[in-house]
């Protein structure tokens, strides 16, 4: 049986998708020199400003320094959609290409194994940087809690946990952060088929969501629940 270790072309194969030095293969995080507003800024020697909650009377009003799914934004918003994004790939890549490796399945030639292996580094690498207390933080420094309009469930919850679904599977956190997801993986989709009308609609939704998400988050933690 073919064994991957981390030595070999595999070492060293670690870099960032959406870095500043090199953009994510499928360009769904653009910064520095690879967003495409470029031309935008030479014309009006401005860059856009941040699309983020911009319906009226919301307006970021930052100017953007970034795009995620083509979308101009600022770094607080444009840090947290990029990490939605590049955490719904990686959850994407272990779902789809390294389910094959899964014990419980049959069995691949060792040939492909160590491809799907060496292959799968960089992006395992990825993943774990898109998890835990950067998103975390990335979310709270977008949404900072405004409890006027958290959700009604998660102002429940966390006022009176053991009549709101203490001991549940998912806290209303978890909720929004796998409704996220999803939005997240709709959008790649619309993304990659260039819909970019359905990109901004979904980025409105998705906005919605995260927010709640945050809000959970600073209320589940503020209440000892998280
Ligand atoms: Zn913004």
Known sequence: MTQVTSSGSGEGAEFRIGSWERPDPAGIVLRGEAVGFRGYVEKLGEPPVCYVGSRPGEACDQPAVMEVYDIPMCQAHGQEAAAGALEELAHDFEQEIKR???PYVRR???????????????RDKEARNTRGGERDGDLLRAFPLDRGRADGETLAYVEDPDNHGRGRQDSPFDAFMQD??????????????????????????????AAQAAYALALERAAGLA
Not at 116 to 122: G, R, V
């Open 100 to 102: 094959p490796m899964n």
């Open 108 to 122: 691949l030639s060792p040939h492909i194994e160590r491809a799907l292996n060496l292959a799968s580094l960089p």
């Open 180 to 209: 996220r997801m999803l939005l997240h993986r709709h959008m790649r989709l619309a993304f990659e088929e260039g819909a970019h009308w359905l990109v901004e609609t979904l980025e409105r939704e998705r906005e919605g969501v």
